[in-house]
């Protein structure tokens, strides 16, 4: 196999290169190591690159192979880890400057899954101040130079679509491996809630905190969830059938930009050409869950970080300082009465979904911002960029339904957009299908 700087290689001809010794795991981490450290300057995706670790995974794997023993699905495939999650030898400061020197006595459990089906693990991906932020600041858009990663997985989809890595993990609490995937014209998928092991990930709210890939193939995406979700093969749910149906909740974007209408309804052609029905739902907006969900998902957060001060506090960056002070400020009642908005709005939304194949709508209400945007129009309504980027994602951190985002086509500007489907609890595999089946 020869690797060149634009080389994009799919985890299965990689891994099957390695096992018939085509390539050398060793050469295959070489190589993306280099491509990490050429495009620092620009990209940054990495808060610290293991070229040593990841030489000494790619040499194990080498021996496994030489040797005619077992060397596992992901044998030699370079894997990024965002910055959150527990990866030796670390560090994994999680963006925050006082997790700097924290070197983790282990590997999470992903982690450490993943080496075991022979991946090399080439580093730590940059994540926006302890996973609060949309912007991943520190991190260029390898595709877009003008417009912003997203976040907080900014790194993982950055050196995913800059070809540093073939598959990273991000987490998301709000949207996090769904934006910057959008942002990057790459594949983000959060699984079901529950289903990814946590174990060694640096909690932002555990009630809605979801570890899931990040890729440039889908086929990539299942190859890992396979192997950070050991029973992932029972979630195929029921057979697919023709003709799939889609469901559309057209009144929840209905504040999307022009630019993102357009190319939805694009999608929607496209897949009535496939034969797909398409089926117009009415569900809960981002206007009566984004409350619940700040409420909610930032109370826990407050409370992990109850032990700073108020000194402390007010040098955390931004986005990380602002959660932690409104999550204080959610007192006991407000809570109680956010957790049973919540459990209406969740069975609504569940039923809605058991009555489609997927639901589909945008990713993201406007096409990846500017690097340098605080605030944007929504209709013609000016909105946090923060608030404005997790409107279409936070909800399902909240029902916990697995959900990807698969780049769409090109508007003139060339700029991706992005179109989410969301599938049944449970029903993992059976949502990635589907995106197969409708071409994305």
């Known amino acids: 196999m020869t690797l060149t700087s634009d080389s994009f290689i799919d985890i299965a001809s990689l891994s099957r290169s390695v096992q018939n010794q085509e390539a050398s795991a060793k050469e295959i981490a070489s190589h993306f190591i280099a491509r990490a450290r050429i495009d620092e300057a620009e990209i940054n995706a990495f808060s610290e690159v293991y070229s040593a670790s990841a030489q000494c995974?790619?040499?194990h794997v080498d021996r496994l192979v030489k040797q005619g023993k077992p060397s596992g699905s992901l044998a030699g495939v370079p894997i990024a880890i965002k910055d959150n999650i527990d990866t030796l030898p670390g560090p994994c400061s999680a963006g925050l400057a006082r997790f700097a020197n924290h070197r983790p006595s282990r590997d999470a459990k992903l982690v450490r899954l993943l080496r075991s089906a022979g991946?090399?693990?080439?580093?730590?991906?940059?994540?926006?101040?302890g996973a609060f932020g949309v912007i991943t600041p520190e991190v260029g858009n390898p595709v877009f130079p003008d417009r912003i990663a997203g976040g907080s997985s900014g790194g993982p989809a950055a050196a995913v679509a800059a070809g540093q890595c073939t598959?990273?993990?991000?987490?998301?609490?709000?949207?996090?491996l769904r934006i910057p995937a959008a942002c990057c014209g790459v594949y983000g998928f959060k699984p079901t809630y529950g289903r990814v092991s946590l174990d060694g990930v640096r909690p932002l709210a555990d009630s809605y905190d979801h570890a899931g890939p990040i890729a440039k193939r889908i086929n990539d995406l299942i190859a890992v969830m396979r192997v950070i979700d050991p029973k992932f093969g029972d979630t195929s749910g029921r057979p697919i059938k023709e003709p799939l149906v889609i469901g559309v909740p057209r009144n929840c974007f209905r504040d999307a930009s022009s630019e993102v209408q357009r190319s939805f309804d694009e999608f929607l052609s496209w897949a009535k050409l496939r034969g797909c029905r398409v089926r117009e739902l009415v569900l809960p907006t981002s206007d009566e869950f984004l409350p619940i969900h700040l409420a909610l998902s930032l109370y826990e957060a407050a409370r992990h970080y109850e032990y700073l001060s108020a000194r402390e506090l007010s040098a955390l960056p931004e986005p990380a300082m602002q959660g932690i002070q409104y999550g204080r400020a959610v007192k006991q009642p407000q809570f109680e009465k956010a957790r049973k908005e919540k459990s209406?709005?969740?069975?609504?939304?569940?039923?809605a979904i058991k009555s489609v194949d997927a639901l589909a709508l945008p990713t993201l209400p406007i096409l990846a911002p500017a690097r340098g945007t605080q605030e944007v129009l929504?209709?013609?309504e000016p909105t946090d960029l923060l608030l404005a980027l997790i409107r279409y994602t936070a909800v399902f951190d909240q029902t916990g339904h697995p959900a990807l985002a698969c780049p769409w086509s090109s508007n003139e500007n060339d700029v991706p957009s992005s179109i989410q489907l969301v599938g049944q609890r449970d029903h993992d595999l059976r949502l990635l299908s589907i995106a197969m089946e409708l071409g994305l």
Not at 167 to 176: E, H, L, M, P, R
Not at 344 to 351: E, W, Y
């Open 378 to 380: 929504l209709g013609t």
């Open 119 to 129: 991946a090399v693990i080439i580093g730590a991906a940059r994540t926006d101040a």
């Open 57 to 59: 995974d790619a040499a």
């Open 344 to 351: 209406a709005l969740v069975r609504q939304i569940s039923a």
């Open 167 to 176: 598959v990273a993990i991000g987490t998301d609490t709000g949207g996090s």
